[in-house]
């Protein structure tokens, strides 16, 4: 399984990006965006279940971050406006099999790409 984040890079303050990740080799349930900032831990942002197409945020996500994704690509897409310098994170996507409950849980994802780094200066 390979995992590949892009579309990070750095953006002022109110900007807005849009990452990509592609996944490759096995297939999972669901696919996520966790992200971690310098001296943290990594965080849910959010996750998607194939089946069914429906997409789950972490608290801190609604209303900034928008995930998408295209399952005949296995793709998905993370929206994020309105950047304040606390984005600052490397974003991961990960793949796994989780239930509901757990899609917050980074330990339920099976493999992650390596990561894109999102800098944001104010």
């Known amino acids: 399984v390979q995992l590949q984040a892009s579309g990070g890079g750095l953006v002022q303050v109110g900007g807005s990006l849009r990452l990509s990740c592609v996944a490759s080799g096995r297939t999972f349930n669901n696919m996520a965006w966790f992200r971690q900032a310098p001296g943290k831990e990594r965080e849910f942002v959010a996750a998607i279940r194939w089946n069914g197409g429906r997409v789950y945020y972490a608290d801190a996500a609604k209303g900034r971050f928008t995930m998408s994704g295209d399952k005949p690509k296995r793709t998905v897409y993370l929206q994020i406006d309105s950047l304040k310098p606390e984005d600052t994170a490397v974003y991961y996507c990960?793949?796994?099999?989780?239930?509901?409950?757990?899609?917050?849980?980074?330990?339920?994802?099976?493999?992650w790409g390596p990561g894109t780094l999102v800098t944001v200066s104010s």
């Open positions: 990960g793949v796994g099999n989780a239930i509901l409950s757990s899609l917050h849980d980074a330990d339920q994802y099976h493999y």
